[in-house]
């Protein structure tokens, strides 16, 4: 198995550091920091990083097709414009449901939005917006909804929610959106923490960041074989995500929530954001498409 090295580029100090998504015609990373409610954007030319404040927790932002962002709320969809701040809320499929959020969530190749909830055991859900904005709920009795990916044949999506310590796999139909036929893809140790964010490359294997592991692996979904791991000094390694001109860098963000006073001190970059050379290309970003 290969093994490579995670470098700082970012010591954000994150209380929750999730979501990473390159934004190609910008050539930025957007990130959330969830807990604080901030949507981030990262400039690796300059390693600046400019904080952008929603007021409102904040799981997933996805690029829209029309300018801005969509975003995974405590409460539901919302359209959020960086340049004057503005937030419209646009949907709340869990407003008769206390005490969860939305989480991690990620676009399908046609541009529609999948996003999950966390919450008490069996209380989630996974859930589609579509470029109309109509909601389909997709999966429950989901703990913690968190990574997807989708080939780059487009007829599979993979998921995790996050308790189950599995990579499930699903047959995609890319002209309705629908999931059908589960399997588990990759079944993952104990021993590896628990499965967090989800990145694809272009050759179909899954890049998962890895909750109390402080890594990131690579995974052959077709053989639940491990095939590479990226050492990141933060145990809590939360997501990855493909970046820079060529989508050949991997970057990954971490979080300080969990750890413990001396946790802290012997991981004084946690929360910080990393990048390293994995050798392989991400699949194309998809954006919002409504």
């Not at 190749?109 to 470029?131: C, E, H, I």
């Not at 780059?152 to 890319?174: E, G, L, R, V």
């Not at 964010?197 to 960041?209: N, Q």
């Not at 997501?239 to 004084?268: K, M, V």
Request: with cysteine; glycine share 12%.
């Amino acid at each position: 198995m290969i093994n490579l090295e995670a470098e700082l580029v970012l010591d954000a100090k994150a209380e929750l550091g999730e979501g990473p998504v390159w934004h190609p015609a910008q050539q930025r990373l957007y990130w959330v920091d969830i807990t604080r409610a901030e949507l981030h954007s990262f400039d690796p030319i300059a390693r600046q990083d400019a904080v952008y404040s929603v007021h409102h927790q904040v799981g997933c932002a996805v690029i829209r097709a029309s300018g801005g962002f969509i975003l995974g709320l405590h409460n539901g969809f919302a359209a959020f414009d960086p340049i004057t701040g503005s937030l419209t809320m646009l949907a709340d499929p869990e407003s008769r449901t206390t005490g969860n959020r939305f989480n991690d969530g990620k676009c399908d190749p046609a541009g529609r939005l999948f996003a999950g909830t966390l919450g008490k055991p069996g209380t989630a859900s996974l859930y589609r917006l579509d470029a109309n904005l109509h909601v389909e709920p997709m999966l429950r009795n989901i703990t913690c909804s968190n990574g997807l990916a989708w080939s780059t044949n487009h007829k599979t999506c993979y998921y995790i929610d996050t308790p189950t310590s599995q990579i499930a796999a699903f047959d995609y139909d890319i002209d309705t959106g629908a999931i059908a036929n589960r399997h588990i893809a990759v079944e993952i140790p104990a021993a590896d923490g628990l499965p967090d964010g989800m990145a694809i490359d272009s050759e179909d294997m899954l890049w998962v960041g890895r909750w109390g592991g402080g890594h990131v692996i690579r995974w052959d979904p077709k053989t639940g074989r491990k095939l590479a791991r990226i050492w990141v000094p933060a145990s809590q390694s939360t997501s990855c995500a493909f970046g820079g001109q060529n989508l050949d860098l991997l970057y990954i963000t971490s979080a300080r929530s969990g750890l413990t006073t001396h946790q802290l001190e012997s991981q004084p970059h946690a929360g910080g954001l990393f990048v390293a050379e994995p050798g392989v290309s991400g699949a194309p970003v998809h954006g919002f498409a409504g």
